[in-house]
């Protein structure tokens, strides 16, 4: 009788940790954001944005948005965040450059942070 609860109690484990690995691979993984605040008559704008969206290229998981504060939707979200200087770069909804970054390293590691 014993042998049996063991055996029992195996299999509930197995299943158990199957279901968890399953549960794990369903679930999405949390993504990182990356918004740049822009506006169509910034020099530094294109710039910023560019080496965000290299970055997304070499790091999967990693999502750009530009947001253009010539749009109203844009102009909104920047009045929300307090953005009062474009270009300005948001790491999931936390400011981490103002004006362009100085490379794409400077980007990376504010990422790491």
Known sequence: M???NELANIKKKKLEELMKRQQ?????????VIEVFTSPTCPHCPRALSMARDLATQMP???????????PQGFAKAALYGVKAV?????NHKRAFTGAPPSIEA???????
């Open 2 to 4: 014993t042998e049996d």
């Open 24 to 32: 794990e691979i369903l679930t999405p993984k949390p993504k990182t």
């Open 61 to 71: 998981g990693l999502q750009v948005f530009e947001i253009s504060t010539a749009t």
């Open 87 to 91: 270009p300005m770069v948001f790491i």
């Open 107 to 113: 980007l990376r590691q504010a990422l790491k942070g």
